[in-house]
């Protein structure tokens, strides 16, 4: 079987060399007493937190293994390079990497926040899907820079400082679903798959710096798919578009380092490198390029647009709307004189799809999230696509074809 890719570190991991962490004292019985792990605390950059029971070598291809030490049983796996815990359910079934780059004010921080709370209530009801933070700074991190400020305050999320000046991590999640038989195949039990879903909150500026960027490449080249998210209000001529309640939008970034397609050619030019593509080979990582903020655009659209309706058929994905909404937004790109953006993609890439999302779904106001609260229109189409594309969800056409699952 395939190496393990550590969701943290991102190096590959032969599955016999998947390393246990002691399951530490419970009270008076028997347990090791916690030491100061110096790969954690490296990698966190600090030693809070890395005070834990010792890390021993054992086969990996065990879900348990004795602590040498004590003689206590665990089945707490970590990586044997960060120490970084590796769940369960992830060591068993590996999941799939899904990156997330975005140039300033793409509005990465707010994406990351709403598709997040998404799938841990509406979302993932419909798909049958749990959703659990690997590690309890995950934990701390979204409700601290995520949810408090945007869901129980209703503040806007401030723009991301770059990597250079404040480090961060990734939030490490794992996405499980459970699918019914495949009675058609003569299949009687249910299936549970996973994706690791891995995002950085990345700052346009950390695409430049060279030393920063390496850090966060290391995440792009182990991504099994990457979601682009793209202002359409930095874009030559979505603005003149936008409604008049719209004004409190920034101005486009005049940096051109900042402009959606050398955002994107840079990772894809990177990419190439570390990947080793050759000269006129197309990348084959699935690649979703999403046009954030479309609430400010929709209303100068036909009312018969793909991008006005919501989503139909839940718990699948329609591919009738999806090639409506990829198609409604390849003509927006062109009218907008962004055409280079789909061309380009095009001779880069194998598989890409294009979106539209609203994360707050409608404009916000002083700061502050609009009146009627946080209500996002479509932010989960991306990955419902990558999900498809990983066979972890059926496809359907129409309201009476059968399911697709390819």
């Known amino acids: 079987m395939r190496p393990i890719t550590c969701p943290y570190c991102f190096t590959d991991v032969p599955r ?12 008076r ?3 090791c007493d916690p030491v100061l792990d110096e790969q954690l605390a490296e990698y966190t950059g600090s030693t809070a937190g890395a005070s834990l029971p010792p890390v021993f070598a054992a086969s990996g291809r065990r879900g348990r293994a004795d602590c040498p030490r004590c003689g206590r049983a665990t089945g ?50 419909e798909l049958d899907a ?30 991301t400082a770059s990597a250079a000046t404040a480090p961060r991590e990734p939030l490490v999640y794992l996405l499980t679903r459970t699918r019914p038989p495949r009675r058609r195949l003569g299949m009687g039990r249910e299936r549970t798959e996973s994706l690791a ?20 490449l290391r995440y792009l080249e182990a991504a099994d798919a990457i979601v682009f998210l793209v202002d359409p209000l930095g874009l030559p001529g979505a603005r003149a578009l936008v409604r008049d309640e719209a004004a409190e939008v920034p101005d486009p970034d005049p940096d051109p380092d900042s402009e959606p397609i050398n955002v994107i050619a840079r990772v894809t030019e990177a990419l190439r490198l570390r990947r080793g593509a050759k000269a006129g080979e197309r990348l084959e990582v699935p690649v979703a390029v999403a046009l ?68 707050l779904g409608g404009m916000p106001r002083a700061g502050r999230v609009g009146t009627g609260g ?33």
């Open 29 to 31: 019985g028997q347990g």
């Open 292 to 359: 954030t903020k479309v609430d400010a655009l929709v209303p100068a659209m036909a009312r018969q647009s793909a991008l006005h309706r919501s989503r139909p058929t839940p718990g699948v994905l329609d591919l009738d709307d999806r090639e409506a909404v990829d198609a409604q937004v390849r003509g927006l790109l062109h009218d907008w004189q962004a055409g280079q953006l789909d061309v380009y993609l095009r001779q880069q890439y194998t598989g890409y799809a294009l979106f539209g999302v609203s994360a």
């Open 374 to 406: 946080v209500r996002p229109h479509r932010v989960e189409d991306p990955l419902l696509w990558l999900l498809h594309r990983f066979g972890m969800l059926d496809g359907k056409r129409g309201s009476s074809a059968g399911a697709d699952g390819g």
């Open 130 to 159: 749990s959703l659990v933070a690997c590690d309890d700074r995950t934990i701390d991190r979204y409700k601290r820079d995520f949810a408090r400020p945007l869901y129980d305050e209703r503040r806007l999320l401030p723009t």
């Open 197 to 216: 879903l891995v995002l950085f909150d990345t700052a346009g500026e950390d695409l430049r710096s060279r030393e920063v960027r390496d850090l966060h």
């Open 76 to 125: 707490r796996r970590v990586c044997p390079h960060c120490h970084n815990p590796l769940p369960s359910a992830y060591c068993e079934a590996p999941g799939r990497i899904v990156a997330l780059v975005g140039a300033k004010n793409a509005g990465k921080s707010t994406y990351i926040a709403v598709l997040l709370h998404e799938l841990m209530n509406r979302v993932g009801t």
């Open 16 to 27: 016999q060399q998947i390393a246990f962490r002691c399951m530490g004292r419970a009270g």
